[in-house]
């Protein structure tokens, strides 16, 4: 046997409308329909995907309480004010350099870095 002896299943059209049949009624889950015919889960999935079957799909519901929804709706503002802050934030520190490059030119220093020096300001 060689190293990459791979078994590579083709599934005619009938028999997945077959199986997606047998989904539809009812008379096997996905997961004993898997086990029954050798299927991977995902391929059924795809299957359902591609004959476009989404009431087969399984359906995830999330439920929360209205605390749950607020703190939520709470949280997402602090993270949009955080951003505003970080934003202005860089702002000020680019008009900042642009001001001690004006100055520093105009003060005939070599670069900016020279008047850091000179101001005791780190870099």
């Given amino acids: 046997m060689y190293k990459n002896d791979k078994v590579i299943r083709r599934y005619s059209e009938p028999f997945k409308l077959k199986i997606l049949a047998e989904l539809t009624t009812g008379k096997h889950t996905k997961s004993e329909l898997c086990k029954l015919y050798s299927i991977a889960p995902t391929t059924v999935n795809v299957w ?17 309480t209205k605390d749950e929804i607020s703190r939520i709706k709470a949280l997402q503002k602090e993270v949009e004010q955080l951003k505003k802050l970080l934003l202005k934030k860089d702002l000020d520190a680019m008009v900042q350099d642009c001001y001690l490059e004006v100055a520093a030119e105009d003060l005939g220093y070599k670069s900016v870095n020279e008047l850091k020096k000179k101001l005791s300001i780190k870099p």
């Fill in 48 to 64: 359902i995907k591609k004959y476009n079957r989404k009431d087969l799909m399984n359906t995830r519901v999330k439920v929360e």
